[in-house]
């Protein structure tokens, strides 16, 4: 009992992570149709602006997470304002293909100007370690995950669904030509969408560098889990994202404690399950 | 102008362009040319068979996968297995695998053939992943990462020995390359061809022509994936060799980005882009070891922002219009 308990937590941590990383994708995508596999290169980037903040200028560990969040997120406009544009109009296929091909580029690159060896990070001496809560042991990072994934998933349901601009992220995702009709601004609420979900995207990467392994090929591991989080929760959907996540991380990290023989085929069998069972994903909306 | 009758319609299709002789007339001069490099040229006739089992998919069809390294896999493994436990024949060993990820596909198509967009792509990458993971874990039947050792290939025809220089091999995969492709090329331009492409172009027409058009899926992907257990089973027998590596996600997303290189729905584009990948591969890895993906990142940022249609329809329209404005 007490482990499953454990395993719940740790799970639960894991599944907010994956969360603050994918859940920028889930809303550009369902706003702009725009399947954008180099959102996963993103979180990278924030994991390595992070590593780098700490280890070159000395800057502290939760200041060092702002700065992966904020450089993250002026990448992302330059990224969207100069190359992702042009290609709203296109199919699918064109997308994937176009931000593979960013993917692709953003390894080597990093590779390049990083090494391609593995990146340790040394957090603050208060979030390492375990504690003890009725009697379990867990460990001070993955709370910390928790809480700071908790606090993010409160904040970005309260901005969507209690502010102006929420309300025209909503409005914009239900139909972007109803909403530019009403006299919303959706080339810009989509500009300013896309750069605070890459931002996320960073953060999410930086925190994840204690707990996943930081290195060049970073993105071909995590893509297809945000792709997973995407699709199971649907399109657009917060809720639904939160939900996937958390369903994900918890069946990735029962499945490799109790039948470690099948490793990451539980969530696979899920994904399938689920895309068969609900194509449009489990908040999403039927095409 | 007089009424084309159907039968000269398919015919006119099924006919043989100058260039096509050219193109099978380059690949038999080139195991003539001295120091040619047959292995990087028999990775390219490999992965073009592979290039192309996707194009009738992609390209004739319209359906997007994610997961065509799973049938490559299953094919590889297949001949893996048959030549490992005395099976040793090549011939028949291509021909029961094929048979075997044909199947597979058939299943894979019954099973998708519902699904649209992205819950299409996850599906058959989610289905990707959990055979890799299988065949990764699963290491007293498949070797794990070590990979299935010991395969056996006999003689071709009892006569030919696979040799170190790779000359058998080159053949050997030459010629089936060449017999798939005829059979590839006459099915697309036959009345079932023509019905996928009617798919493709307006899935709601062809159902109201009275097309069986879910049927049809399930049986483009059973053809597709029998190629593509051709093309893995290829693999097998001229390394004798199989590794997990080759079901893995990469490589489904290294054939799309060789067929769409090339061009789509042009039978012969997945041959083009697999040359030009491969060989790009091989000058950029030699040039820098660690940072080549760059560049094939660049290359296909760039061909998708300029040519999208591929690099052989681009040529085509220019070569037309070159002569229309003579």
Request: glycine fraction near 12%.
């Amino acid at each position: 009992m007490t482990s499953l308990l454990t395993i719940l937590f740790n799970g639960l941590a894991y599944g907010l992570l994956l969360f603050v990383m994918a859940v920028g994708l889930s809303v550009t995508m369902g706003m702009m149709q725009f399947v954008n596999l180099a959102h996963i290169s993103l979180s990278m980037l924030g994991g390595y602006v992070m590593v780098w903040a700490m280890d070159a200028a000395g800057v502290p560990f939760l200041v060092s997470l702002l700065l992966a969040f904020g450089a993250c997120a002026a990448f992302s406009v330059l990224l969207e304002r100069l190359v992702l544009r042009h290609f709203y109009g296109a199919d699918d296929l064109t997308q994937v293909l176009l931000t593979l091909g960013l993917l692709f580029m953003s390894i080597a690159s990093v590779a390049f100007i990083w090494g391609p060896a593995f990146k340790p990070v040394t957090v603050p001496s208060w979030l390492t370690g375990q504690f003890s809560l009725a009697g379990l042991q867990l460990e001070r990072y993955r709370l910390f995950l928790l809480v700071a994934g908790g606090l993010l998933t409160l904040v970005l349901v309260f901005t969507l669904e209690r502010t102006r601009f929420g309300a025209m992220v909503r409005a914009c995702v239900d139909s972007r030509r109803a909403a530019s009709g009403s006299g919303i601004n959706t080339d810009g609420v989509f500009a300013l969408t896309f750069a605070l979900g890459s931002g996320l995207a960073g953060l999410g990467g930086a925190m994840s560098v204690n707990l996943l392994s930081l290195d060049p090929n970073f993105p071909l591991r995590y893509l297809v889990y945000v792709l997973i989080v995407v699709s199971v929760g649907g399109m657009g959907s917060i809720t639904g994202s939160l939900l996937a996540a958390c369903l994900i991380g918890v069946a990735d990290v029962l499945g490799k404690y109790y039948l470690p023989e099948l490793g990451g085929l539980f969530i696979y069998l899920l994904t399938v399950i689920v895309m068969l069972w609900r194509p449009q994903g489990l908040m999403g909306r039927a095409a | 102008m007089a009424r084309m009758q159907i039968s000269d319609y398919f015919a006119h299709q099924s006919r043989w362009g100058g260039w096509e002789y050219a193109f099978w007339l380059l690949w038999i001069v080139l195991f003539f040319v001295p120091d040619s490099n047959l292995v990087l040229l028999t990775q390219i006739l490999i992965w073009g068979l592979f290039a192309m089992s996707l194009d009738v998919l992609l390209g004739y069809r319209g359906i997007p996968s994610l997961g065509h390294a799973a049938f490559f896999g299953i094919g590889a493994y297949s001949a893996g297995f048959l030549g490992k436990y005395g099976w040793t024949e090549p011939i028949s060993g291509l021909l029961i695998s094929a048979l075997i990820t044909g199947c597979a596909g058939l299943g894979m198509g019954r099973v998708v053939r519902g699904l649209h967009g992205v819950a299409l792509l996850m599906v058959t990458l989610g289905l990707n992943m959990i055979l890799f993971d299988f065949v990764q874990r699963s290491t007293d039947i498949t070797g794990g990462d070590d990979g299935l050792q010991d395969i056996v290939i006999a003689p071709v025809l009892g006569m030919f020995r696979f040799d170190m220089y790779g000359k058998t091999a080159y053949v050997y995969v030459l010629v089936v390359v060449f017999i798939v492709t005829l059979l590839v090329r006459a099915l697309v331009n036959s009345p079932f061809g023509l019905t996928l492409r009617g798919s493709r172009e307006s899935t709601r027409r062809m159902i109201m022509l009275g097309a069986p058009v879910d049927r049809d899926v399930t049986l483009a992907f059973g053809v597709s994936a029998a190629i593509a257990g051709i093309a893995g089973a290829l693999l097998a027998q001229t390394t004798q060799f199989v590794a997990p590596e080759m079901v893995a996600f990469t490589r489904s997303a290294d054939v799309l980005v060789m067929l769409v290189i090339g061009g789509t729905a042009v039978l012969y584009g997945g041959y083009v882009g697999a040359a030009v990948f491969l060989v790009l591969r091989d000058v950029f890895a030699a040039m820098n070891p660690v940072y080549w993906y760059f560049w094939i990142g660049l290359l296909l940022v760039v061909i998708v922002a300029l040519f999208r249609q591929g690099i052989l329809p681009k040529l085509a329209e220019k070569w037309t219009r070159f002569r229309e404005g003579r």
